[in-house]
């Protein structure tokens, strides 16, 4: 063939190499927001070693993609590549590919952060593809088309810009599938490879006198080939171990979950336990009650039928006391066996006011004995779905705290009022004494476990009780202040 010296070299494209190369830019895609959520998931240590490896398998799938790109592309004069240079382009790729990973697997990513990554990751590729372009090594001089190169530098930004914002959006692995993460890869090896024809496409070779081929390679159809074996290889190997950690840590954070709601079982029941050793006093004289008051109505019934006349009517009230006396008895007696029972949340709609009188009566000896009055502000019809007997436990707990707080004799009124009204979230649960109140700097960690002021105490009722709250949706804060403790929750309200 003969080249004109003054007319540009006719080049051609290997159209199978072209598509081994997208393949490779779409492999480093899905490995780099495969990564990006293995980066976010993580913290420390082990955060820092994912974020290297995911930079080194991301940085040299990029680099390889272009350097296959330019393979791809053939002249009609032998083409070498100075090694130097080519390595100084995966120092780039690899830098491009640390601010990609560290900007998309941040907690936030404002516009500002979104742009300045692009700007910094787009540069990277844009000069990791000039930079291989400098490392030809043939018997031209390249000249470029500045509207093209701009255009080029413009599609990496872009690009970039586009790249961040899926990993960014994908990074959190609980709302990825495959197909979704697929589709991102496939787009951004797209966007990836246009940008880099498209610099190709700004490049033309005017023939000049022989290039000085010192440090210079040529790279064969087998060195060809084993570039891109050898990147798929470490891609599949980043994705792999990503997929093996990511099973092996959920299978750790859902053994964990277990272990910690086992914890917090044995924890509730120890809680209750200790509640009703509190309560053991209060409980007898529940119950002693409706059974002395069943003893004094038998024994009249007994004399009224030992006289000469009995009173039918008197015999009549007297028996209806006594079945109620011994149902409030049975009532009782089946609130503690439920407060001891171990067993799963039984959800069902519950009139929350019954729920409080409940709690109300198994203390009201205990604040009895204290001369405490409690009180209640009872909204009417106040229905919501949950368990009877841990809003019970949660009710028990706010008033017995209550108790222990006024428990001392003060010149203020000694009261505890409970009250339930609506509320925008659902039911307003409130309760509070008449003590000396919360210390503000203690407000923010009595709900902590084993933080108590009590001598006696483990510190962890009110941690069970916020947590058995949010279990049903709602949510327990304390107001400190001087004027006694307020403590309110609220429940989703049951239509």
Known sequence: ???????????????????????????????????????????????????????????????????????????????????????????????????????????????????????????????????????????????????????SILLAVLFSLIALLMAFGLREETRWTVPRRLGSASVMGAAVSAMHYTGMAAASFIPSAPPDLSFALNISPLANSGIAIVTLIVIVAAVTTSSVDRRASTEVQRRAEEALQEAQDKLARVTRVQAMGELAASIAHEINQPLTAVVTNGNFCLRQLDGAAPSFRELREAIAEIVNDGTRASEVISRIRALFTRRAADRVELDINEVIQQAGTLVRSEAGRSRISLLTDLAADRRVLGDRVQLQQVLINLIMNAIEAIRKPTDRPRQILIKSESHSDGVLIQVQDSGPGIDPAQADRIFEPFFTTKPEGIGMGLAIARSIVESHGGRLRVEAGSNGALFEFTLPAQD
Do not use: C
């Not at 081994?20 to 959520?37: E, K």
């Not at 040299?60 to 390595?87: C, D, E, N, Q, R």
């Not at 780039?92 to 900007?103: D, G, H, N």
């Not at 490392?135 to 190169?149: D, E, G, K």
């Open 1 to 151: 063939m003969t080249i004109s010296g003054n007319a540009a070299l006719p080049g051609f494209y290997d159209y199978g190499e072209v598509a081994r190369s997208v393949l490779i830019a779409i492999a480093a895609s899905y490995a780099a927001l495969d990564l990006t959520g293995r980066v976010t998931a993580t913290s420390g240590r082990v955060r820092l070693a994912w974020l290297s490896g995911g930079v080194m398998a991301m940085g040299i799938g990029i680099w390889a993609m272009h350097l296959k790109g330019m393979l791809a592309f053939h002249l009609p004069v032998p083409v070498a590549y100075h090694w130097p240079t080519v390595l100084a382009s995966l120092l780039l790729a690899i830098l491009a590919s640390a601010v990609a990973l560290y900007v998309a697997s941040r907690q936030k990513m404002g516009p500002a952060e979104a742009f300045t990554g692009s700007i910094f990751m787009g540069a990277g590729i844009a000069g990791l593809h000039y930079v291989h372009m400098a490392a030809m090594r043939l018997p031209a001089i390249t000249q470029y088309s500045p509207f093209l190169v701009v255009f």
